[in-house]
């Protein structure tokens, strides 16, 4: 297995510009989020999806979209791209969304470095 | 509100010196408690999870524990290669919070030969 899978590893936009991060993972898993890492705070939660088709929003999702067509991937689209946005982003997956079990522990990928200019 | 607070910020430890990293935590329904390793441009690396207070686990020279406010990450006899930052998480136990993890900012680990 692959795990969880990011891409690209490094991006530069301009402010306004517009893009996709992607994220895959090949481990048939339910649960999938994405976060945001900046220097001197916690990985702050930007959106989740607990199946195909149904998605959320955490703690810090303006300015950014997400969809679930598939189990596999959960792409986070950047509409309008600010400096704001400037981070590592970071997908994560885990097996269960409720069950109280090793199953619900969550597994991240290598990470998405995004500077916008 | 949920909390999650990590001291020290950073730590050095000679090689062999023995520490622990402390996470407080305030959470309504704690459903469980992660411990994740983190290199430098790297994601982040699970280590353990605990459920409930009195759980302990282990994983080479770390040793994990936790009770109703804080979690303990023990390392006995740190090698270099211990060095990185170490993440603790906590996870609420209702869907409202989207089962999301609720990161402390890590405590930055150095050991040095």
């Known amino acids: 297995n692959a795990g969880v899978t990011q891409t690209p590893k490094f991006q530069v936009l301009k402010t306004g510009q517009s893009m996709t991060l992607q994220c895959a993972q090949d481990?048939?898993?339910?649960?999938m989020s994405w976060y945001r890492q900046d220097p001197g705070m916690g990985l702050r939660l930007i959106h989740y999806?607990?199946?195909?088709?149904?998605?959320d929003q955490g703690e810090v999702p303006n300015g950014y979209n997400v969809s679930r067509s598939t189990t596999e991937d959960f792409p986070l689209r950047l509409l309008s791209a600010a400096p704001s946005q400037t981070s590592v982003y970071f997908c994560?997956?885990?097996?269960?969304?409720?069950?109280?079990?090793?199953?619900?522990?969550?597994?991240f990928g290598p990470g998405t470095r995004l500077t916008v200019l | 509100e949920d909390q999650v607070t990590q001291s020290p910020e950073a730590l050095r430890l000679q090689e062999g010196e023995s520490s622990s990293l402390n996470c407080s935590y305030t959470v309504s329904g704690l459903r469980g408690l992660f411990w994740y390793r983190q290199d430098p441009g790297k994601g982040p690396e699970f280590l353990f999870t605990?459920?409930?207070a009195g759980e302990e686990k282990e994983k080479e020279r770390l040793k994990a524990t936790l009770t109703k406010k804080e979690s303990f990450l023990h390392i006995t006899a740190p090698k270099p290669e211990d060095s990185a930052t170490y993440l603790c998480a906590v996870q609420a136990g209702d869907s409202n919070s989207g089962y999301a993890l609720n990161f402390g900012k890590g405590t930055s680990l150095l050991v040095t030969p």
């Open positions: 999806s607990v199946g195909a088709g149904i998605t």
């Open positions: 605990l459920y409930s």
């Open positions: 481990m048939n898993h339910e649960y």
């Open positions: 994560a997956s885990s097996y269960s969304k409720g069950a109280h079990s090793s199953t619900d522990t969550q597994y």
